[in-house]
């Protein structure tokens, strides 16, 4: 947020929204529904109007009938009855433009005008690209050039990742972007940083007495990441096998994530602040000096065909628009330092891979042992004590602490404390591009990537990335459905330490005080 800005909880300031890339993907399952759930609370109210881009023809009414469409099957809100649904709808509009065309531009800004004026819109201007990264130079350009930037209110622009290729690709993206753009018009969408637990993050960090003191290399023995997918490549296959998930899921949400657990406390709770901290730990982050640091350090894995559920899962090199000899890894582990006062010494094992058993994001703290384990008079292999921040799919946290079992002399077990807090609110929480969205349009940036964050983070995995160019026999396999690579196990195993079932899987021996 900016420093001298106050925000309205709720209200959106009035703006004209510019989908670019309108008839995809993102636009459908994700743009449209966010949306009209703003507008169903009451965060959109009569002064927007939303116009959406593309190059594939559309009358107004088949638009709008795409938006309904798109809201039928993802919103979690239903459209309401017709004289509800139709005040929503008359505030979307489509435009058939290819982003290279000047003129087409030129018409854009007439079109918006004219709804700036009905709605009485005073000339604040957000402009969404859901397009290809290749076109995020051209579009900004040609919004200068064909005038659509405003002078009476604000112009923002926001961007989808990939956010280039490597350091060097988007350093020039970034060029490009920054000669019509401010920095502080420039909102770096990554998702992850939208989700609820995300921002809870904070909260539990630095809101509470019994975590803070204890954050830190003296009692903390590892943190483990895992965002891990049970979906293959699906329609994405040509995107992805150009990607991999160093880049697709590395790259951005791991390390996002990784700083939201390590940085330091905030001077402020303001935007700048928070992602100065962010960035410290992105710059923390211990390089991989050689290859053979990356190789000690990294496993990066290619599922085969494998057996999930019952059902044959098919190889990644035989998914549609992949090559059938790719070596694209679709998983990767890594040991990560983060080389400052507090986490010295305190690896950081993050993985993340498509075709896993489970859709799960999860952090696990795993704190240091007691100093004895010997209890009165006996010994007991005592299981260290756990704190799971669990984002997704489940939302909430997990603390797993040891505890005398009733009605023993000294027997000792672990107890689970849950708060599942998806299970108390439901699914009907805020998705994350409602929140993004939202924060966009009333500027506040906290939760988008600055320049530098996005440029730290490319420094550190263009290394990881380089030693893989060099060298290709490192690529494990693992079957569709499995757990991934063994060799990620042995990360871990080196310093005594195994990766934590995630969703709570294996926990048999765990009494569970559920809070729902
Ligand atoms: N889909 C997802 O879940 C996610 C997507 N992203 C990112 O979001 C962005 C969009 O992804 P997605 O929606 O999946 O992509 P799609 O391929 O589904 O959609 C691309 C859109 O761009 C439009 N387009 C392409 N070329 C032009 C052009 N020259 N002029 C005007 N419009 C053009 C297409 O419309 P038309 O053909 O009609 O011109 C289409 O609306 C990408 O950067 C992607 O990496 C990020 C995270 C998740
Ligand atoms: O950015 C991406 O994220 C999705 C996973 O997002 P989630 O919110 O469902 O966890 C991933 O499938 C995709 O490959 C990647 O581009």
């Given at each position: 947020m900016a420093?001298?800005?106050?925000?309205?909880?709720?209200?959106?300031?009035?703006?004209?929204?510019?989908?670019?890339?309108a008839t995809g993907d993102l636009a459908r399952r994700k743009l449209f529904p966010a949306i009209y759930s703003l507008y169903?609370?009451?965060?959109?109210?009569?002064?927007?109007?939303?116009?959406?881009?593309?190059?594939?023809?559309?009358?107004?009414?088949?638009?709008r009938e795409d938006v309904k469409e798109s809201i039928r099957e993802f919103c979690r809100y239903q459209a309401g009855d017709a004289a509800e649904w139709n005040e929503f709808v008359q505030h979307f509009e489509y435009k058939s433009l290819d982003i290279n065309n000047i003129d087409g531009f030129r018409e854009l800004n007439a079109q918006t005008e004219a709804l700036e004026e009905k709605f009485h819109i005073p000339g604040n201007r957000l402009f969404y690209l859901a397009l290809a990264p290749e076109l995020f130079g051209s579009v900004s350009f040609n919004l200068k050039a064909g005038g659509m930037l405003q002078t009476r209110g604000w112009?923002?622009?926001?961007?989808?990742?990939?956010?280039?290729?490597?350091?060097?690709?988007?350093?020039?993206?970034?060029?490009?972007?920054?000669?019509?753009?401010?920095?502080e018009e420039i909102y770096r969408i990554d998702h992850y940083l939208g989700k609820e637990m995300v921002q809870n993050i904070e909260v539990i960090r630095f809101a509470n007495a019994f975590f803070e003191p204890l954050w830190n290399n003296k009692h903390i023995a590892n943190i483990q990441i895992t965002l891990g997918e049970t979906v293959g490549v699906e329609e994405r296959g040509g995107y992805y096998d150009h990607a991999g998930a160093l880049r697709d899921m590395g790259q951005n949400h791991i390390l996002q994530l990784l700083t939201m657990i390590?940085?330091?406390?905030?001077?402020?709770?303001?935007?700048?602040?928070?992602?100065?901290?962010?960035?410290?730990?992105?710059?923390?982050?211990?390089?991989y000096a050689t290859a053979e640091e990356v190789r000690e350090n990294v496993v990066r894995g290619q599922y085969t065909q494998g057996l999930y559920k019952g059902k044959t899962l098919p190889a990644y090199r035989q998914e549609d628009k992949v090559d059938p000899e790719s070596n694209t890894e679709t998983y990767f582990a890594a040991r990560v330092f983060v080389d400052n006062f507090r986490w010295a010494?305190?690896?950081?094992?993050?993985?993340?891979?498509?075709?896993?058993?489970?859709?799960?994001?999860e952090v696990v703290v795993e704190f240091k042992g007691m100093p004895t384990n010997v209890y009165l008079g006996q010994k007991h292999n005592l299981e260290p004590n756990l704190l799971v921040i669990r984002v997704?799919?489940?939302?909430?946290?997990?603390?797993?602490?040891?505890?005398?079992?009733?009605?023993?002399?000294?027997?000792i077990q672990p107890l689970a404390m849950d708060f599942c807090q998806s299970c108390m609110i439901g699914?009907?929480?805020?998705?994350?591009?409602?929140?993004?969205?939202?924060?966009?349009?009333?500027?506040?940036?906290?939760?988008?990537?600055?320049?530098?964050?996005?440029?730290?983070?490319?420094?550190?995995?263009?290394?990881?990335?380089?030693?893989?160019?060099?060298?290709?026999?490192?690529?494990a396999s693992y079957p569709a459905g499995s757990w991934g690579p063994v060799e990620a196990d042995q990360l871990l195993a080196g310093e005594g330490f195994h990766w934590w079932p995630v969703n709570g899987q294996d926990e048999d021996n765990v009494v569970w005080q559920v809070n729902r």
């Open positions: 420093e001298n800005q106050t925000l309205d909880a709720l209200h959106t300031p009035g703006a004209v929204f510019f989908i670019f890339g169903r609370e009451g965060k959109l109210t009569h002064d927007f109007a939303v116009i959406g881009v593309a190059r594939r023809p559309r009358t107004q009414d088949e638009f112009n923002r622009l926001v961007i989808e990742k990939p956010f280039g290729y490597n350091l060097e690709s988007a350093e020039q993206l970034n060029e490009q972007i920054r000669q019509v753009f401010k920095e390590a940085m330091e406390p905030p001077s402020r709770l303001l935007a700048e602040d928070i992602r100065d901290e962010k960035v410290k730990v992105l710059r923390s982050l211990r390089p010494g305190v690896p950081f094992y993050i993985r993340t891979g498509k075709r896993l058993p489970v859709k799960t994001t997704n799919p489940m939302e909430g946290i997990y603390v797993k602490i040891n505890a005398k079992k009733p009605g023993s002399e000294s027997e699914i009907n929480s805020p998705e994350a591009y409602e929140r993004l969205l939202h924060d966009a349009a009333r500027g506040d940036s906290t939760y988008f990537t600055r320049w530098d964050e996005v440029s730290s983070a490319w420094s550190f995995v263009d290394r990881i990335a380089k030693a893989w160019k060099e060298e290709s026999n490192d690529l």
